[in-house]
């Protein structure tokens, strides 16, 4: 036969399984399923987060689903594929998905599980952040009114209401995203979640409570079990196993908390936001490259453009798999 030639005769059926072997069989068939659960799961060690076994640089960019309309949403995602990107950020939006209490939306701009189908088709992966404080220059940093007519609440601290309400939340967004099958060990795009948001400076402020909320965040976030891991970001103090990332403009200075967890930049801030009045703020765009660049050079397998809105024939220079 040549070289090229592929076998293509079927192979035999198996014999019957009787008995005792019934019970091997459906032990194999057990053990082969659980093998590929593992091997689907998303882990990570010092160098990159670890998808089905294999490590990548992964660029990112950030877009916010309610920014945009849903018709707008298939375009904005592809010119991201397209310019040379591998994940889509989002946070996920509190006071648009529950803006009464106990009355959610999913609809129309809010439609998060339309969204992340859309980043799925288009062959990306997700990082949700679910916070549910986002910040993301969003009214109330993404907090519903109705919570702070909570009786004896307080934001961000160790306090019993608040954290009622924020784990309700939480888990109810990521209770949906395993319905959905929205999890990459379910064949959906989320590789990673991220519980609070920029917590570490503002611990100082918060006093006493601060801690203990950021221990608790984290515990919580990690007892839902998405299957893959969690970042905090500007928490230098994440407790294990979630990952503490940087935000800035650079961030080639940053190491994480532990040796063996990698070094992730959740935050590349393309730009700054505009005063009422004030100057319109510019950053070079080959300040930019040379900053992302260096943080990679220095042991960095992660990086998110916040925010990226990429018009068609802009290009993200693409970076091979680490090996």
Same mark, same amino acid.
């Given at each position: 036969m040549g070289g090229g030639h592929t076998n293509t005769m079927a192979a035999a059926p198996p014999p019957p399984v009787a008995g005792g072997g019934r019970v091997l069989l459906a032990a194999f068939l057990a053990a082969s399923l659980l093998a590929s659960a593992a091997n689907a799961a998303v882990? !990570?060690? +010092?160098?990159?987060?670890?998808?089905?076994?294999?490590?990548?640089?992964?660029?990112?960019?950030?877009?916010? !689903?309610?920014?945009?309309?849903?018709?707008?949403?298939?375009?904005?995602?592809?010119?991201?594929?397209?310019?040379?990107?591998?994940?889509?950020?989002?946070? %996920?939006?509190?006071?648009? +998905?529950?803006? @009464?209490?106990?009355?959610? +939306?999913? @609809?129309?701009? !809010?439609?998060?599980?339309?969204?992340?189908?859309?980043?799925?088709?288009?062959?990306?992966?997700?990082?949700?952040?679910?916070?549910?404080?986002?910040?993301?220059?969003?009214?109330?940093?993404?907090?519903?009114?109705?919570?702070? !007519? %909570?009786?004896?609440?307080?934001?961000?601290?160790?306090n019993g209401p608040f954290k009622a309400a924020m784990q309700k939340f939480v888990e109810k967004i990521v209770s949906m995203m395993k319905s959905e099958g929205l999890f990459e060990w379910q064949g959906g795009p989320i590789i990673m979640a991220q519980v609070e948001n920029e917590f570490g400076p503002m611990e100082s402020v918060v006093g006493s409570g601060a801690k203990p909320y950021a221990n608790w965040a984290a515990k919580m976030a990690d007892g839902t079990n998405t299957g893959v891991p969690w970042v905090m970001c500007k928490q230098d103090d994440a407790p294990d196993p979630v990952i503490n990332t940087c935000n800035g403009f650079y961030c080639d200075y940053f190491t994480p908390n532990k040796k063996y967890k990698p070094t992730m930049w959740t935050e590349a801030w393309t730009g700054w936001f505009t005063k009422f009045?004030? @100057?319109?703020? +510019?950053?070079? %765009?080959?300040?930019?490259?040379?900053?992302?660049a260096r943080f990679i050079q220095k042991g960095g397998s992660f990086v998110n453009y916040y925010m990226v809105r990429i018009s068609e024939g802009m290009l993200v220079t693409p970076v091979l798999p680490l090996q």
């Open positions: 882990s !990570y060690d +010092h160098r990159s987060l670890l998808i089905n076994g294999r490590r990548s640089i992964l660029i990112s960019g950030s877009i916010h !689903y309610p920014r945009s309309t849903p018709e707008m949403w298939p375009g904005l995602i592809q010119n991201a594929k397209d310019g040379g990107l591998d994940v889509i950020q989002t946070y %996920v939006f509190w006071n648009g +998905h529950e803006p @009464a209490q106990g009355q959610y +939306h999913f @609809a129309d701009r !809010y439609d998060l599980v339309r969204f992340l189908k859309l980043v799925k088709q288009a062959g990306l992966y997700a990082h949700l952040r679910i916070g549910p404080y986002v910040c993301a220059e969003w009214n109330f940093g993404g907090f519903p009114v109705w919570l702070k !007519y %909570v009786p004896g609440i307080k934001f961000r601290t160790d009045g004030g @100057a319109v703020p +510019h950053r070079p %765009v080959e300040d930019l490259a040379f900053a992302v």
